[in-house]
Antibody, heavy 117, light 108 residues
Framework: VQLVESGGTLVQPGGSLRLSCEVSGFTFSRYWMHWVRQAPGKGLVWVSRIDVDGSSIRYADSVKGRFTISRDNAKNTLYLQMNSLRAEDTGVYYC???????????WGQGTLVTVSS | SYVLAQPPSESVAPGQTARITCGGDNLRSKVVHWYQQKPGQAPVLVVYDDRDRPSGIPERFSGSKSGNTATLTISRVEAGDEADYYCQVWDSGTDHWVFGGGTKLAVL
């Protein structure tokens, strides 16, 4: 099982960014997926989750209306479109597989997003 | 929003038992998961569904719950267990996933 995030970079406040998470080693289309972030020196914060076909999606209040989670099961890839970025969105973003509608069994190595002018 | 409370830090001597707690309203009715995160690394699931261990996790790691407090117990602590530990639940009321603030375990 492997999850590889990409797309993190330095972006100005108000800017946009799209993160990707390419997975292998399991049947991607059978699992709910999540994004979790971690600000520098801080704890884990759940961001969003998507069900197997994208028909059910949830967001943390802090990103609702600004972030969009999506998936392409044919490409085994999870996405996070991030708009209207703020300094407080800075951190490492992890994608993770949900095995029990709750527990996140596998995580990527993370991709760093820095929002700064 | 739902809140999980963890002590910021715990310390334990090698070979002893570490206990990390996680508290929350009506936690007795929720399923708790635990993660270990070492510096510069991604989190690793060490206990799921209150007390089950994923394959590859040593038996020294165990989970339990009593009332509204969940506990991660690490027996025969080793230097390599020094890490941040997070509890996590799914809150059905908001349909959100919630993490505790994390506990930094120091092995003295």
């Amino acid at each position: 099982v492997q999850l590889v995030e990409s797309g993190g970079t330095l972006v100005q406040p108000g800017g946009s960014l799209r993160l990707s998470c390419e997975v292998s080693g399991f049947t991607f289309s059978r699992y709910w997926m999540h994004w979790v972030r971690q600000a520098p020196g801080k704890g884990l914060v759940w961001v969003s989750r998507i069900d197997v076909d994208g028909s059910s999606i949830r967001y943390a209040d802090s990103v609702k209306g600004r972030f969009t989670i999506s998936r392409d099961n044919a490409k085994n890839t999870l996405y996070l479109q991030m708009n209207s970025l703020r300094a407080e969105d800075t951190g490492v973003y992890y994608c993770a597989r949900d095995i029990t509608v709750g527990a996140l069994s596998n995580w990527g190595q993370g991709t760093l997003v820095t929002v700064s002018s | 929003s739902y809140v999980l409370a963890q002590p910021p830090s715990e310390s334990v001597a090698p070979g002893q038992t570490a206990r990390i707690t996680c508290g929350g309203d009506n936690l007795r009715s929720k399923v708790v998961h635990w993660y270990q995160q070492k510096p510069g690394q991604a989190p690793v699931l060490v206990v799921y569904d209150d007390r089950d261990r994923p394959s590859g996790i040593p038996e020294r790691f165990s989970g339990s719950k009593s009332g509204n407090t969940a506990t991660l117990t690490i027996s025969r602590v080793e230097a390599g267990d020094e890490a941040d530990y997070y509890c996590q639940v799914w809150d059905s009321g908001t349909d959100h996933w919630v993490f505790g603030g994390g506990t930094k375990l120091a092995v003295l």
